[in-house]
């Protein structure tokens, strides 16, 4: 098992608390190195599954030419790399284990940080993209469209 | 008597007329460029005033192309997410349309990022992305975020510009007021195509012939219905009513541009020398009635020549004043780069002000600034103009099947990263000032914009474009830890502050790092690809983001000494072949 840093028993209920507002806070003045390394502990493998598990709640849907597929791959060096498929349709999010839905019609690869900060509205993907965070492959129009279709607009920017 | 006012914040309230400002640079015209040009003078330092005429910028679009060089010095601001905001979303700019009517039968479509692939690669190339976002947005943030060493003076029309013993004089009126008089140094003329001072200093307009008249009607409505699912910056119409382009300014609040160029003598008449029902031009467009449009209001209506201006000179024989922006070069919109070549101009010519101010460099450096910019605003007016005649031979042709045939020819208008990363200035004896237009390929040789690379700092990403937006940077691998000592030894560059970085490669940890080894590390080799430094080799960095010299770092003193001196004494970049030793 990796061990991890020791986060105070207040950060760590705010990471698993789900509200963006909680975890952003959480987030704030906390070592990228820090983070990572504990994300890549069991206990931060528990949170990101949590995340993964909860977010068909922050669905809104929106127009959907049939079901897509959205693959997300979590990095969390030096442990286990995690995946999930989220199955949309234009009102309906499912998270599966992948390779039971076939091929991604997009594929998301970013580090365990990133994620939560994607995850959080705490960074936009498009600024994880564009430092070098956040690879994309396949379908380009629905990964753009990610964040709005999860209510996931940073504070002040367009849903 | 007259009072002497120092430059406040923007938000001071306004001098009385009749009183006397001082300041570095009197900048005359608060459009983009004006601002933008405070904006970059203040950060070095140098007191600026800006004259302005309107009392509120305007609330006609007119630009709204940000192209990726612009919103970088737009970062450099720290206004890039707040342009970004106001503009519009990556997913309803990534294509463009034509169509019958906007209602009606799609005709050809062209993806701008087609590809997560294509998406990838501009994220190689630079930390931002292009935008689309209205100038009167723009316009609107540059002033909100003005330093407080630079100030607006609105509802003042600068009238003239007179020599002083130690620079200029611009006069201007106030509504029923006395004047108000600026004295500076130097005169920033970025007062538009129409403005009145280049004349009296002797900088006199040039102009070829006109490409035709356009009316822009800017507007709001919901059109939704007609654009979900195939978001567009912008949509051409042709139908037998109207034959333009529809421009996308804000799809969220619903408010957009119709542009409708004359192609004919009849339309000349039909759209200017008559009365014109502008409800029905939008609704053509659209190919609904009105009623059918919800929520459609008309907000202003413009018509306007449409071609490229410039000017016999930049700078008047005096030295004193300098022409920026629309008031050095006009082109036609298609390409959509007049406002991000003003901004650009202004970002050449601050840093070499403010060397000029400092008295750490000749006023020959001046010179350098139109020998650098009217050769890249010439460029992107041959482009504009190819892309404005081929676009009026596409409006004029026929709305059928075969239409989409050869539409990826016209790529080149829309998708021009090549032009907007890859200009260089003084390029070699027969080069273009841009080689490829559609394909941006990073080069770290002189005049050229230094590449963008991601450097990592304890996680922290910092982009190599990054590491010289206030002054000189030496940016060097790990074989060129020297340049740290030679940079503290010369601790400014033509007054400016020089820094020297040392960037280690991909593979280095932090454990790699010692006192005096590499500050940053490459992030996944980009660095080393595009500056290809060799051994102890650095590159040096000017503050407006483009390579000085390359130094090869065999005698580092030397190098540094010899390449400064050229362009504080000559304001020539050392030639690319040239060898500094």
């Known amino acids: ?124 993907g498009m600024d994880l993209l564009l430092q070098g965070r956040l690879q994309i492959q396949g379908d380009v129009h629905l990964a753009v469209r990610m964040e709005s279709l999860f209510g996931l607009a940073a504070p002040g920017e367009p849903g | ?233 912008l949509y051409w119409v042709l139908n037998d009513t109207v034959r333009g382009v529809l421009v996308t300014v804000d799809p969220v609040d619903g408010e957009w541009l119709l542009e409708i160029p004359a192609l004919s003598a009849d339309e000349e008449h039909r759209y200017f020398e008559q009365e014109v029902d502008h409800h029905k031009l939008i609704e053509a467009a659209i190919g609904k009635p009105v009623d059918a449009i919800e929520g459609l209001r008309i907000h202003s209506v413009r018509n306007w020549v449409m071609g490229s201006t410039g000017l016999t000179s930049w700078r008047s024989a005096d030295g004193r004043v300098l022409a920026a922006g629309d008031a050095a070069h006009t082109f036609p919109p298609t390409g959509g780069f007049g406002m991000n070549t003003g901004i650009q101009d202004a970002h050449n010519l601050a840093w070499k002000l403010a060397a000029v101010l400092r008295g750490n460099a000749t006023d020959a450096l001046l010179d350098s600034y139109e020998r650098e910019r009217r050769p890249v605003a010439e460029f992107n007016a041959r482009h504009s103009e190819t892309n404005a005649l081929q676009k009026r031979a596409l409006l004029q042709s026929d709305a059928d099947p075969e239409f989409a045939r050869n539409i990826e020819e016209h790529r080149p208008h829309f998708d021009f990263e090549g032009q907007t990363l890859g200009f260089s200035y003084e390029p070699g004896p027969g080069e273009s000032v841009v080689q490829d237009v559609v394909n941006y390929r990073p080069t770290a040789q002189a005049g050229h914009r230094a590449p963008h690379a991601w450097l990592d700092r304890d996680g922290d990403r910092i982009s190599s474009i990054d590491l010289a937006r206030t002054g000189f940077a030496l940016l060097t691998g790990p074989g060129g830890a020297v340049w740290r000592q030679v940079a503290q030894e010369t601790a400014t560059v033509a007054g400016l502050p020089l820094t020297a970085t040392v960037i280690g490669t991909a593979g280095s940890t932090a454990a790699d790092t010692a006192a005096d080894g590499p500050q940053l590390r490459d992030v996944n080799g980009a660095f080393a690809d595009s500056y290809a430094l060799r051994g102890a080799e650095a590159v040096l960095v000017r503050p407006d983001g483009h390579v000085l010299a390359r130094l090869p770092g065999v005698a580092p003193r030397q190098e540094l000494a010899q390449a400064v001196d050229r362009i504080v004494t000559t304001g020539l970049m050392p030639a690319r072949a040239e060898v500094l030793s």
């Open chain 1, 1 to 124: 098992m990796t061990v991890g840093p020791l986060f105070p028993p207040e950060r760590l209920a705010a990471l698993r608390s789900g509200d963006l507002a909680d975890v952003r806070a959480a987030l704030a003045g906390l070592p990228r190195a820090e983070l990572a390394a504990w994300l890549a502990t069991s206990e931060g493998e528990a949170v990101l599954r949590t995340v993964f598990e909860r977010m068909p709640e922050r669905y809104t849907g929106g127009p959907m030419d049939g079901q897509q597929t959205a693959r997300w791959v979590v990095e969390r060096e030096p442990a286990e790399t995690l995946a999930y498929d989220l199955v949309l349709t234009e009102d309906n999010c499912e998270v599966r284990r992948t390779g039971t839905s076939g091929e991604p019609t997009v594929t998301l690869t970013l580090d365990a940080v990133s994620f939560v900060e994607m995850a959080s509205a705490a960074a936009q």
């Open chain 2, 1 to 233: 008597m007259t009072a002497h006012v120092s430059p406040q914040p923007e938000s001071d309230p306004q001098p009385e007329t009749g009183a006397l400002v001082e300041a570095d640079v009197v900048v005359v015209g608060g459009g983009p460029t004006g601002l933008a040009a405070a904006h970059f003078l203040a950060g070095h330092g140098v007191r600026t005033v800006v004259l302005e005429q309107r009392l509120t910028p305007s609330g006609h679009p007119r630009a709204t192309v940000i192209n990726s060089r612009t919103m970088e010095l737009l970062r450099h601001l720290g206004i890039d997410a707040a342009v970004r905001r106001a503009g519009v979303p990556l997913q309803n700019t990534a294509r463009i349309t034509w169509c019958t009517e906007l209602a009606g039968t799609e005709l050809a479509g062209l993806d701008i990022i087609a590809s997560a692939d294509a998406l990838m690669q501009r994220a190689v190339n630079s930390p931002v992305l292009p935008v689309i976002c209205s100038q009167n947005r723009v316009e609107a943030l540059l002033v909100d975020r003005l330093p407080d060493n630079a100030r607006v003076i609105r509802g003042v029309k600068a009238e003239e510009l007179a020599p002083t013993p130690s620079g200029v004089r611009v006069t201007a009126s106030g509504e029923g007021g006395r004047p108000l008089v600026v004295e500076a140094r130097y005169a920033v003329l970025a007062e538009g195509l129409h403005g009145s001072l280049r004349e009296t200093v002797g900088l006199e307009q040039t102009a070829a012939t006109p490409l035709g008249r356009l009316l822009d009607i800017h507007f709001s409505a919901d059109l939704s219905p007609w654009t979900a699912g195939r978001e567009s910056a």
